[in-house]
T-cell receptor, first 114, second 114 residues
Framework: AQSVTQLDSQVPVFEEAPVELRCNYSSSVSVYLFWYVQYPNQGLQLLLKYLSGSTLVKGINGFEAEFNKSQTSFHLRKPSVHISDTAEYFC????????????FGSGTKLNVKP | DVKVTQSSRYLVKRTGEKVFLECVQDMDHENMFWYRQDPGLGLRLIYFSYDVKMKEKGDIPEGYSVSREKKERFSLILESASTNQTSMYLCASIHATGGTDTQYFGPGTRLTVL
């Protein structure tokens, strides 16, 4: 079975501080990994994705994530956050042999304080 | 830009009513999805469709049905709404290549069942 764990339900951080949002997955086969962001009262939009190749993936708005196969993790990072980054972030996984099934984590609410 | 639109942003219905949630995408995507989003649970897949008139159950199909008569439109039906179906409903679409492509989301419909 596939599962995605986001251990932190809420992450408070001050503006211009670095942040890391954690994501771990379980899978016995190869996976594709995604981070989505949901701003208040909006749908989800893709931040970045890992399909293959370099394990460090850069996305929009200055975010990046690193795929660590041995630790089955795909943590999201930003070196300096802005107030506008306040949103909920979802990690998602899909398997290479089943493109139609996306498994989402429970979400992490990032609250950037001035 | 891909656009996924949902017929209503907010909907209030009474227990026992039949409810239709409509989703339309304009990018000729083969695959369409209905998710339910609840706090602390992330997104859970209700149904998906990979072609006109084709559908597959997701993780929580009980109490729901779907219809896909045209490629661009995917409807979620609550045959007899219940209070435990109060939730945010998100529609999404993606090309048939699935996981290597980007899944696009609509803005969501917040359904309240009284």
């Amino acid at each position: 079975a596939q599962s995605v764990t986001q251990l932190d339900s809420q992450v408070p951080v001050f503006e211009e501080a670095p942040v890391e949002l954690r994501c771990n997955y379980s899978s016995s086969v190869s996976v594709y990994l995604f981070w989505y962001v949901q701003y208040p009262n909006q749908g989800l939009q893709l931040l970045l994705k890992y399909l293959s190749g370099s394990t460090l993936v850069k996305g929009i708005n200055g975010f990046e994530a690193e795929f660590n196969k041995s630790q089955t993790s795909f943590h999201l990072r930003k070196p300096s956050v802005h107030i506008s980054d306040t949103a909920e972030y979802f990690c998602a996984v899909t398997r290479g042999d089943n493109f139609n099934k996306f498994y989402f984590g429970s979400g992490t609410k990032l609250n950037v304080k001035p | 830009d891909v656009k996924v639109t949902q017929s209503s942003r907010y909907l209030v219905k009474r227990t026992g009513e039949k409810v239709f949630l409509e989703c339309v995408q304009d990018m000729d995507h083969e695959n369409m999805f209905w998710y339910r989003q609840d706090p602390g649970l992330g997104l859970r897949l209700i149904y998906f469709s990979y072609d006109v008139k084709m559908k597959e159950k997701g993780d929580i199909p009980e109490g729901y049905s779907v219809s896909r008569e045209k490629k661009e439109r995917f409807s979620l039906i609550l045959e007899s709404a219940s209070t435990n179906q109060t939730s945010m409903y998100l529609c999404a679409s993606i090309h048939a290549t699935g996981g290597t492509d980007t899944q696009y989301f609509g803005p969501g419909t917040r359904l309240t069942v009284l």
